[in-house]
T-cell receptor
Framework: AQSVTQLGSHVSVSEGALVLLRCNYSSSVPPYLFWYVQYPNQGLQLLLKYTTGATLVKGINGFEAEFKKSETSFHLTKPSAHMSDAAEYFC????????????FGRGTSLIVHP | SQTIHQWPATLVQPVGSPLSLECTVE??????LYWYRQAAGRGLQLLFY??????ISSEVPQNLSASRPQDRQFILSSKKLLLSDSGFYLC?????????????FGPGTRLTVT
């Protein structure tokens, strides 16, 4: 079985501040990990993914995430928040038990203050 | 490049009326297809997925059904809508042989049942 926990349903930062969105996963096998972003009234867009290899993954819009097996974490970061980063962010895991169906976290709403 | 379409974008339907939402994918063959629902302020709920024409798996019991009449067409239906069917419906596809099954989402359909 696989599961995802996103700590904090809402995260609030000031423009220019560090963004840190937390994601912890549970998987019986090496997981495939994803972060998606959803802007209001739109579908989800893939931000970045970890499959194998380098544990620090860079994505679009200046975001990156680091796979830490010992901590079963895949936190999303961005050095400097921009107003346009305000959105819902979803972490997802797949691969456990041969399942190609991803399991999504409940999402974290990022609020950016001017 | 691949694109995914959903229509209609918004829909307001009375309780007890039928429903048909359509999703089509272009630029790929043999995709895995998915239907999700997002209730207000909540995460993603997987409703149905399909690995091929006529092959539908249901994740939750409900008064909705899905069909895949063509390789790149996925339809979500209901004979009689309930108030609880209101939400944001998302269609997604993933490559069949990607190995890690990242998903690509459509723009969504906002359904309000009155």
């Amino acid at each position: 079985a696989q599961s995802v926990t996103q700590l904090g349903s809402h995260v609030s930062v000031s423009e220019g501040a560090l963004v840190l969105l937390r994601c912890n996963y549970s998987s019986s096998v090496p997981p495939y990990l994803f972060w998606y972003v959803q802007y209001p009234n739109q579908g989800l867009q893939l931000l970045l993914k970890y499959t194998t290899g380098a544990t620090l993954v860079k994505g679009i819009n200046g975001f990156e995430a680091e796979f830490k097996k010992s901590e079963t974490s895949f936190h999303l970061t961005k050095p400097s928040a921009h107003m346009s980063d305000a959105a819902e962010y979803f972490c997802a895991v797949s691969g456990s038990g041969g399942s190609y169906i991803p399991t999504f976290g409940r999402g974290t709403s990022l609020i950016v203050h001017p | 490049s691949q694109t995914i379409h959903q229509w209609p974008a918004t829909l307001v339907q009375p309780v007890g009326s039928p429903l048909s939402l359509e999703c089509t994918v272009e630029g790929t063959s043999n995709p895995n297809l998915y239907w999700y629902r997002q209730a207000a302020g909540r995460g993603l709920q997987l409703l149905f997925y399909s690995v091929g024409i006529g092959q539908i798996s249901s994740e939750v019991p409900q008064n909705l059904s899905a069909s895949r009449p063509q390789d790149r067409q996925f339809i979500l239906s209901s004979k009689k809508l309930l108030l609880s069917d209101s939400g944001f419906y998302l269609c997604a596809w993933s490559p069949r042989l990607a190995g890690y099954y990242e998903q690509y989402f459509g723009p969504g359909t906002r359904l309000t049942v009155t």
